[in-house]
């Protein structure tokens, strides 16, 4: 599991549509700038990426809409982490707002993305804790939150996708019970498709 320098204490629980603007900078810090910078192309910047997922969050549909997370929220009442996750059978659905964006806001044509999850799973699409709060269990407790969530939708598993270029990541999702299915792509970049079963 993840270790813990010095555990802290967090609330996890579903996302506020409020809270939009701080889910999307830790969807992008999940993507990685450098996936963020392809995904604006070469006439566009991080800080557009920023509104356009944003306004993604607020929405009531949307892979990212605030009803497909879960946050980790510390004292303060800042959210310290994320879990974005969906039924991967709704995929073609969900992504259809991001996609129309992208085209209007972005100048970027999407519509060909290969699909990154399936019927059955519980798609975890954007995982990420605040880098100054890493190395202190919420990641764990939002693993943990995301798999009763897929037990509690009737999903048999929880599936994700891991850059085959962070192997701390991995490592992090292997000893929460992720395993390997296959090798896949997103963006062009070379990634893995790990899945954990849900127990019944």
Known sequence: MERCD??????????RREEAPAIAHLIMEAMSEA?????????????????LLTELVRAEVSQYSYRNTLVAVVADGSVAGIAVSYDGGQLHRLRRP?????????????????DETQPGELYLDSFAVRADLRRRG???ELLWAVKRRAASLGLSKVGLLVDKGNPLAERIYLSAGFRWENDTEWFSHPMRHLACPVPA
């Open 6 to 15: 010095t555990a802290i204490s967090v609330e996890i629980r579903p996302a």
């Open 35 to 51: 996936s963020c910078h392809i995904i604006c192309g070469p006439h566009r910047t991080l800080d557009e990426l920023h509104a």
């Open 98 to 114: 991001f996609i129309e964006a992208a085209r209007t806001r972005l100048g970027q044509d999407y519509s060909a993305m290969a």
């Open 138 to 140: 919420i990641g764990v």
